[in-house]
């Protein structure tokens, strides 16, 4: 009689299973996991998945531990009736626990599924509306993106060698003015800037908004600003990184993005610095400090004892800054004006810039040969700056 009742019991305990929940009522439940903190929502979805997984292992130890309780008193087929009866009551009182453990771990199994979906599709969302047109895959895609105010048109403008507008127009040179105005987040839309010097290969800026604003949120930027999409993202911010500069980049690491981070405004931290140090006086530049300084480096000239001093400094707070995000990749320190260009890592940031653009055109041209094994058509190479050039003048 006994067993007749275990195998009742568990029939009734896999059509419960089976049955599941309303999913709807689940999913609602997991949402104040995903929401609890504002702009973190991958990062609460694998915390939520994390969590999940846990509960579900302890629900399935639990599980375990009773289906063993039940198979115990199973066996006692030689007690006496009045020990059987009270093992059936227990059974039945196990059994009740049993139903509400796998309920519990239906629910868990159903939010896991849901959260995995919610994370595919965050990952594998599509590209933004600017983004889809027939000409982004013929040329390389970079953007500059960060905080605002971090002077990312500025950067735009010097990466170009954009000295100012009014240079620009008086050149001749075909391309636009990324618009900058002082202590302004000018940039509300992305922006193309086209780059038309020093590269082998046709090379588009892009000017992004900065996220953490009311009209761009981090929450979803780099979904709405399609930045898996662009070859390169140039990570810019012109004070420590903050906590949503380094989910973003954390965001650029799961999703395999190329990417490089640049403290912009390092001048004006080390103005602040030497003088607070008595090295510099009100009236004194340390960028015209510092590049006298390297000046004589470079021609091997013996620096004064104040220079010394200074170099000595710079060195010192430049890895002292460093440290302040432990974590991050490796950093650009630099002054986006063009004047500057010629000091701080400026150069060294465009000499990367430069190598990860050939790195990806020999990515681009792999796979257009892969392409051309497997159906015997390519896509069109990548054009040079010299058809570039001659395709503006014909425009």
Same mark, same amino acid.
């Given at each position: 009689?006994?067993n007749?009742?275990?195998i009742?019991l568990q ?11 309303d999913?709807?009522e !689940?999913v609602?439940?997991?949402d104040? $996991?995903? &929401?609890s903190?504002?702009? /973190?929502?991958?990062q609460? @979805? #694998?915390?939520?998945?994390n ?14 531990k ?14 006496s009736?009045?020990t059987?009866?009270q093992?059936?009551?227990?059974? !039945?009182?196990i059994?009740?626990?049993? $139903?509400? &453990?796998?309920?519990?771990? /239906?629910?868990?199994?159903? @939010? #896991? ?11 594998d ?32 403008n ?10 620009l ?5 075909k391309?636009?003015f990324?618009k ?7 940039t509300?839309?992305?922006t ?8 082998e ?7 992004l ?22 070859d ?8 420590v990184f903050?906590?949503g ?13 190329p990417f ?11 103005q ?5 140090e ?17 000046k004589?480096i ?6 004064d004892?104040?220079?010394?001093q ?14 302040e ?12 004006f ?12 465009a000499k ?19 392409l051309m ?8 190479p ?12 014909n425009?």
């Amino acid at each position: 009689m006994l067993n007749k009742l275990l195998i009742l019991l568990q029939l009734f305990l896999i059509s419960q299973y089976n049955a599941g929940g309303d999913k709807e009522e !689940i999913v609602n439940e997991v949402d104040p $996991k995903l &929401l609890s903190k504002n702009g /973190e929502y991958r990062q609460n @979805i #694998q915390n939520a998945q994390n969590q999940s997984i846990e509960t579900q292992e302890s629900i399935q130890t639990e599980v375990n531990k009773l289906q063993g309780e039940i198979d115990k008193y199973s066996t006692s087929l030689n007690e006496s009736q009045e020990t059987r009866t009270q093992h059936a009551t227990q059974v !039945i009182e196990i059994s009740q626990k049993l $139903k509400e &453990l796998q309920a519990s771990l /239906e629910k868990e199994l159903t @939010i #896991q599924k849901w959260l995995k979906t919610e994370a595919d599709e965050l990952k594998d969302y599509p590209r933004a509306d600017f983004q889809q047109t027939p000409k982004w895959d013929k040329c390389i895609q970079i953007c500059v993106t960060g905080s605002g105010r971090a002077g990312k048109s500025t950067f735009i403008n010097t990466m170009r060698d954009i000295k100012d507008e009014t240079t620009l127009i008086n050149s001749g040179r075909k391309i636009a003015f990324a618009k900058v105005q002082a202590g302004e987040e000018t940039t509300l839309v992305a922006t193309k800037y086209k780059h038309d010097r020093d590269l082998e290969h046709e090379v588009s800026y892009w000017d992004l908004p900065g996220y953490g604003t009311s009209l761009h949120p981090q929450d979803g930027y780099l979904r709405k600003m399609g930045l898996k999409y662009f070859d390169l993202v140039i990570l810019m911010t012109f004070d420590v990184f903050k906590d949503g500069d380094l989910q973003i980049m954390t965001e650029l690491k799961n999703n395999d993005i190329p990417f490089v981070m640049v403290r912009n405004k390092v001048d004006e931290t080390l103005q602040f610095y030497f003088q607070d140090e008595d090295l510099l006086t009100d009236e004194q530049s340390i960028n015209k400090c510092i590049r006298e300084i390297y000046k004589k480096i470079d021609k091997k000239e013996e620096l004064d004892e104040n220079q010394t001093q200074m170099h000595e400094k710079y060195i010192e707070k430049l890895n002292s800054l460093r440290t302040e995000n432990p974590g991050t990749e490796h950093l650009y320190f630099i002054s986006a004006f063009h004047q500057n260009q010629d000091i701080y890592e400026t150069l060294e940031l465009a000499k990367k810039i430069k190598k990860l653009v050939g790195e990806n055109v020999l990515k681009r041209q792999k796979k257009d040969q892969e392409l051309m094994n497997m159906t015997g058509t390519a896509k069109p190479p990548i054009p040079d700056l010299e058809d570039n050039k001659i395709r503006d003048e014909n425009i």
